[in-house]
């Protein structure tokens, strides 16, 4: 199972995420957790890993002034994820997109 996953683009699993989610929907599997006929979509930015040293040019970087005045850099990785609620207790995720660096 490992060596297919790593053979995998994350494109696809991304699609087979959103198919296995349409088909819930086509089978009208959570109709009545819409709202007005509607479905609810939550947009979610997700704290993923947090590092002590710069791992790559895409990471975040958030500066802090310790008590003593001394400043400490703090590397980390978000996602943002779009998700459907289709009943009280769940909520599924149909989309990431990672948060980078730009600068």
């Known amino acids: 199972m490992n060596d297919y996953f790593k053979r995998l683009h994350t494109t696809e699993l991304q ?4 198919d296995i989610i349409y088909h819930l929907i086509r089978m009208k599997s959570f109709d009545e957790s819409s709202f007005q006929k509607k479905w609810m979509v939550i947009v979610d930015a997700t704290w993923l890993q947090t590092y002590a040293d ?8 958030r500066e802090y002034t310790n008590e003593d005045g001394s400043k400490r ?10 998700k459907i609620v289709l009943a009280d207790d769940l909520v599924v995720s149909f989309d990431t997109e990672f948060i980078e660096n730009n600068a």
């Open 15 to 18: 699609k087979v995420r959103k």
């Open 54 to 61: 710069k791992q790559d040019e895409y990471c975040m970087c």
């Open 73 to 82: 850099k703090l590397w980390y990785r978000m996602a943002l994820e779009a």
